[in-house]
DNA sequence: CGGGTGCTTGATACCGATCAACCCACGTGG
DNA sequence: CCACGTGGGTTGATCGGTATCAAGCACCCG
């Protein structure tokens, strides 16, 4: 846990262009950035845990932050891994008290945090706030509603093929990517061991795809589709 | 496709007791309600499909709807199984204008249909209606993330043995459930081949789970826990 | 009685988890 | 400068779970 402190210019700056705040007029994100305030944890610094009972939610400044269950025998899974400007939790503005799963620093991160209370009350007397939450937990879901569709008709390679590509610009025939994060954090993000994604980049080796630390070259787009 | 109609007084009388619209007050729900058209369909039929332009979403008044994608080998996935007072594709409201996954009627359905220019005008200006939505929407995504959690969790049987426990009430040692659908149904929602259904009831009856047809007995309910 | 349809059962194959060993890059301290 | 430890990643061997394919069964309804 850490210091909590109102947000320096350079966190404003990249507040404002998240997606829950960029569609805000003058007024209503002075209002939001009213309501902010920016915290900072160290990597495996645990946020918050499901059950506890749940009084802000956050937006990514910087770094990335896992979200994941617990199963009775301890084993975890990740929910959704959220980086610069991904906001979570904000779906208990309208829900039950307490968190629904857990939250952890991946890394060293900076958040800005927002009181439930204070945004619901804000959202209560201005739509494009509400609008903007709304728009938020749409996205949420439909990207989470793909992540199920992903899990249960892609294999390992397919699923690292379809990762690469939606990081990768749209044109061109080949691409070279940098990974935000660790190999591990990606397993985890596609619901694999960390071995199986080291054996899903070898087989997409044959694809074009070459791997040397966090630096990922891609040969050959359109081969990377049909898998 | 098939008919259009307003609603009859049976059909308001399910509408009314929805999550969307159980929270509205008398004015916000009749506005609602004058949105609302009832339509049927068949068996077997597809209400839309992924990629089409998406002009209207749904609230389920009896029947089960599957909400569900392709992958390009024709291979299907569902993403979530949809029964009365559930909406669904509300998503749209806010987001691209194409629906992003199919529907088909799992059996003969009735639905209130929703325009969703007009309802996004009527949440406009009224924030009850868009409180409403926003609470759909993060049940559903909530709902949603249990069901990656879960996905990446649970053996089948565990699956099979949390859906009975969620679809059983709480007190009591033993339980009696009736399936609302068909097996194979129940299948898709929880991921499964529909012999894998099988499968996991078998091996649940050491822990006193009894089936047949769509009838299932469940002798202790602490036993199921423990999967 | 014949033919659906939905479900179960069996045999097999595949995929990914798990466990263990190893490798490599890096940092630290003797 | 080197020995050592650590953390992230890879590789190999094995196991388990579920999909898939195929066949058989039960029930319903004509």
Redo the contacts between chains.
Sequence with gaps: MNKVLRLNSRDKNILVKTPIMASLGQASLARMLDLAAAVSFEARDILFREGEHADVFYCVLSGYVR???L?KDG?E????ICGPGDSFAE?????GPNY??NAQAAEGVTLARFDLAKVRAAA?QD?EI??A???A??????T??????N????TAPQRVAHFLLTSCPKEGTSASIRLPFQKSLLAGKL?LAPEALSRAFSTLRRAGVTVRGRLIQISDINALKQI
Excluded: F, K, P, W
């Design positions: 979200l994941y269950r199963n084993r899974a990740d929910i959704r779906c208990l503005l309208y829900l629904r799963y209560e739509v509400s609008r939450i709304m728009q937990l749409a996205t949420h879901l439909l989470t509603m793909d992540c199920v569709a899990d249960r008709l892609q619901g």
